[in-house]
């Protein structure tokens, strides 16, 4: 009898059988997640860096003007010299007042055009290729970096806003002759950007 009233105090009861207590329909009766307090800070951090990198990458795109390199064309490397083939002649061509287009191969160990003349405030948009092997073009104080290869015809626009000059180098290393490394530190090339009150003629073609 004890036992019966013991019962009867302390355990629910439906239909006159116990009822496990976690059974019930009762919300406050659900267990909760638990997560481990450092693994929760981790998470968080995750979750920061992540909204971080993605406001970086956007602010680059839009306030900098960084992008990524694209691939516009396929060209057969032995038709660069052709005729009607833009790489034939390459060099600047102006399209409109302040807008411009580069033609550049990248071939051992030099650049074909070695020098540039835009004015200030001129945006260019770089066709490179490259006549032999894999190459590299890196425009300093822009966002032009990108790879020179044979076969494909590489793409990227730059804005120059400021005055002066700006070099240009293969950053990919690009061979050797009998075991050392000849001719790839002499590759490089100069854009000038000519102040507005100067004189001189930007050649085009």
């Known amino acids: 009898m004890s036992d019966q009233t013991h019962e009867t105090e302390h355990s629910p009861k439906t239909g006159g059988h116990s009822v496990d207590p976690q059974l019930t329909d009762d919300p406050m009766q659900e267990a ?5 307090k450092w693994e929760g800070i981790w998470i968080r951090v995750s ?28 060209i057969n490397p032995a038709t660069l010299n052709d005729p009607g083939s833009p790489f034939a002649t390459p060099g600047l061509r102006e399209l409109a007042p302040g807008k411009y287009e ?15 003349e835009v004015p200030v405030g001129a945006e260019v948009t770089f066709y490179i290729t490259a006549r032999d092997v894999v190459h590299g073009i890196k425009i300093a104080g822009t966002n032009v970096n990108m790879m020179a290869l044979p ?50 003629q930007v050649t085009t073609e």
Not at 32 to 36: G, K, N, R
Not at 53 to 73: E, Q, R, W
Request: aromatic share 12%.
């Open 47 to 74: 979750v920061g860096m992540t909204v971080v990198f993605i406001a970086a990458i956007t602010l680059a795109a839009l306030s900098f003007g960084i992008s990524v390199p694209g691939a516009t064309a396929r």
């Open 102 to 116: 580069a033609y550049m191969v990248a071939q051992t160990w030099n650049f074909l055009p070695d020098k540039l």
């Open 32 to 36: 909760s997640l638990h997560v481990e």
């Open 151 to 200: 076969g494909q015809v590489s793409t990227l626009r730059a804005t120059f806003d400021t005055p002066g000059t700006y070099n240009y180098i293969c950053h990919e290393y690009c061979g050797y002759v009998a075991g050392a490394p000849i001719g790839h530190h002499t590759m490089y090339g100069q854009i000038t950007v000519l102040p507005a009150d100067e004189t001189a």
